[in-house]
């Protein structure tokens, strides 16, 4: 058995969207994303996925040079690699990241979001060799399935007229009624029974009348809204306080721990983030600052934290805390959906069903797409992440991304919007 990493291929895709509403615009008609391919000495290939922008290409290239030779089963050596890889100033100076709207970007977030791919990738190698699945290799699974949530988006039914993209039978939602409507397809096509609604695009009255609407359509049912930030202090005290009967957490409803540590101990009202706390040296501040912290639920995402590993370190120091711990995510395929799914299988204090785009995306690089079965992801029992890459249909999403003219190949909600808007511009904070 030869564990060492022989060549390492990168893919940089892009993939269909649809017209997904957020408070800084609307997403593009595609998005990019990274397929990583690591294959040892004995022809074993292991699949990773992450953000496919500009500059975590300019990272992931250096990364793969220097992961020749190494073993798959070297985890921990992946970050000294990283840490060997430079990062150019002008990618993270007063940069915010658009994509994950998870505050001003860093060197350190770049590398980690680099890492995961890789680290997704030596574990999937790693299962396939020793016929055991990721969970595993994790320290095993605690539970047998995955529950996920309805990511719900105010959404426009088509892109902009003359822009291209794929169409898409969701069909508009930009009122309380379209919200509901687009629920109940949720329900009606995976099963989920909860509910998370992506806010900060209308005024808070109208996003509470839409929340509202889905607890009468829906009663009973865990609902979650987040305007990333969009909101002032006082607005999000007024959303908390009009909604705190119905919702099972508000997220990041306004800027910063300070702010967030206020609106949760005025309201009571839980709140979760992946804005406020994306790395480990925020959780102090986050966990400490006000008479029950700042957060009461984190949001993680393997992407960003740095893998599968970190994650459930996160997990644990949440569970430390008396923190409630669940996922976010960003616009993804099947890999990362398998990936998800495995470390979330390993996680004793999951106790809220984590977010997924992945029925937004009506394309995927897998031969077979995972699935949902009331709500929730079986988690695999094969060999690594148990699903296979679609050669071909990689080379006709890799071929979209080369016939590109770099307008697409960093994502960009804004820009996006202007097509519509030429007026648009990113709007200030806070919003309301």
């Known amino acids: 058995m030869n564990l060492a990493v022989t060549d390492v291929r990168l893919t940089p895709i892009l993939v269909a969207d649809p017209p997904l509403l957020n408070t800084q615009g609307v997403h593009q008609p595609y998005t990019p994303r990274l397929i990583v391919e690591v294959v040892t000495a004995d022809g074993v290939t292991g699949v990773g996925e992450t953000y496919g922008d500009t500059k975590y290409l300019e990272l992931a290239r250096p990364f793969a040079e220097r992961l020749k030779g190494r073993q798959v089963s070297d985890r921990n050596g992946l970050f000294t690699v990283a840490d060997q890889v430079a990062v150019d100033a002008s990618r993270v100076e007063n940069a915010v990241d658009v994509g994950g709207l998870r505050g001003v970007q860093t060197a350190d977030k770049?590398?980690?979001s680099v890492v995961s791919a890789f680290e997704?990738?030596?574990l999937d190698a790693l299962g396939k060799t020793l016929g055991l699945p990721v969970h595993a290799l994790l320290g095993g699974k605690v539970r047998d399935a995955v529950e996920y949530s309805a990511y719900l988006f105010y959404k426009w039914a088509g892109h902009p007229e003359g822009v291209a993209g794929e169409k898409d039978d969701w069909g508009a939602a930009v009122d309380p009624?379209?919200?509901v409507e687009q629920a109940r397809r949720f329900t009606e096509r995976y099963g989920f029974t909860s509910f998370k609604l992506k806010g900060g695009v209308f005024p808070p009255d109208e996003e509470i009348a839409a929340v509202r609407a889905l607890a009468e359509a829906f009663p009973g049912h865990p609902l979650r809204l987040d305007p990333n930030g969009a909101w002032s202090l006082e607005t999000s005290l007024k959303v908390a306080r009009e909604?705190?009967?119905v919702l099972e957490y508000?997220?990041?409803?306004?800027?910063?721990?300070p702010?967030?540590?206020e609106v949760a101990e005025r309201t009571g009202v839980p709140l979760a983030t992946n804005m406020c706390v994306t790395t480990f040296a925020e959780i102090k501040e986050a966990f400490t600052t006000g008479a029950g912290g700042a957060v009461q639920v984190v949001l993680s995402d393997h992407h960003y934290w740095g893998g599968l590993r970190n994650t459930q370190q996160l997990a644990a120091v949440c569970r430390t805390f008396g923190v409630g711990v669940s996922m976010h995510s960003n616009t993804h395929l099947g890999i990362s959906l398998a990936a998800m799914t495995h470390v979330a299988a390993t996680v004793p204090n999951l106790h809220h069903a984590c977010d997924s785009h992945y029925p937004w995306q009506s394309e995927d690089v897998l031969t077979e797409r995972l699935g949902f079965e009331g709500g929730k992801?079986?988690?695999s029992d094969a060999p690594g992440l148990g699903v296979e890459l679609?050669?071909?249909?990689?080379?006709?999403l890799h071929r979209r991304w080369l016939e590109d003219d770099g307008a697409l190949r960093d994502r960009d909600d804004a820009a996006a919007m202007r097509v519509a808007d030429p007026e648009w511009v990113t709007p200030s904070v806070p919003r309301w």
């Open 243 to 245: 909604l705190g009967d």
């Open 377 to 379: 992801v079986t988690v």
């Open 259 to 261: 702010a967030m540590a």
């Open 120 to 122: 997704v990738a030596c």
């Open 177 to 179: 009624a379209g919200v």
């Open 390 to 396: 679609d050669r071909e249909r990689l080379a006709v």
């Open 250 to 257: 508000l997220e990041d409803p306004t800027l910063g721990i």
């Open 110 to 112: 770049l590398r980690l």
